[in-house]
């Protein structure tokens, strides 16, 4: 596996549209005015290659300002590694210019497209080696707040679905903001490889393809089988909270639009009681979603994971806010090692409906 972290700066010399579809993470984008005239043939000697080696045998001149912007702050016992798209073509000539002014530079063999095959390959064997726990909640706002509870304590969390969807909400996803499934993918093995593969790494349920994006084979697999755990939370708390974190209830009747848009839409006779309810307030609408629409649906979902023998206790709590899901998620059996005592669940249960005080979830 290729490590990129020892390098004090990273240097892609392609153009900016070609920087901004996938690049190593961490990377800056610089390319001389000859190769922002447009993408360049791998491997072909052209006009514009001749001026970038002409360009890099003035040595004696500067800098471009650009690339000196970049470099000027790093000492020269600082490494820097170049790369571009065309095994050498474009990258050779900055490094050498960079080298004959003093500074180390490392160029990548290969370029990005050796890169692309780095990022395929890692795809293909870190998730098999990481200890996956899924959390599986009907609204992604939900997962967040579960995730970022388990993070405050000190556990490794990965949120996929944030990585496919740069906004996204729990009614419908804007596909039109995620990234290209190269830049994902990058962003993805960058993630994993910083994580202990000795120690859980919790996961949001995520479907196989989100909009354009779709897991790695390898991923998918892992997520699938991973153990699965719950979430149980008061309806009032949830309904208040999705109130909070979904901007689209702010258009009631375009939310409901919105829904009856999506893939498997609920009847008509559905969407016509909750337009209805609109006029008695946001909260009922908001409750008759979640409980007549999302979680049926989200629940057909979990049929099969719940059945796998390695299923997950959930997790209780009376509350999803930060403070309140942090107690829940210390006093939650499967990353506590043990099973909480009776004042915790007493601490957890209390709100919930249907559970007794002292009784373990």
Known sequence: MQDFSHYALVIDVRTREEYEDDHIPDAVQFSPAVVNQGPLVPGVIDDRSRALVAQDSASDGELP?????????????????????????DSLPV??????????????????????RWVEAGMEVLPRMMAFRVIATSLGGETDRVLNALATVGHQVLNVEALMVRRRGSIAFHFAQQPSQAWFESQLLQRLRSFDPRKPIWVGDVDSQVGDLRLPGSMAVALGAAPTATLEVPLAERVERWLEDESAWASPFAAIDAIAA???????????????LVLRGRAGLVASVLTDHLDRRHAARLVQRLAKPNGLA???????????????????????????????CDEISSSVPGRRPGSVP
């Open 262 to 276: 999506l893939e498997s839409p609920p009847d008509g006779r559905v969407l016509a009681r909750w337009k209805e």
């Open 314 to 344: 959930p997790l209780v709590a009376d509350s999803l806010r930060p403070e309140r899901l942090a107690l829940a998620v210390r006093a939650w059996h499967p990353i506590s090692g043990a099973r909480p005592t009776s004042q915790q």
């Open 65 to 89: 300002a650009a690339l000196a912007d970049l470099v000027s702050p790093l000492k020269f016992d600082k490494a820097i590694l170049v790369y571009c798209g065309r095994g050498g073509l």
């Open 95 to 116: 490094a050498r210019a960079l080298r004959w002014r003093g500074w180390t530079v490392d160029v990548l063999p290969g370029g990005w497209i050796n890169y692309r």
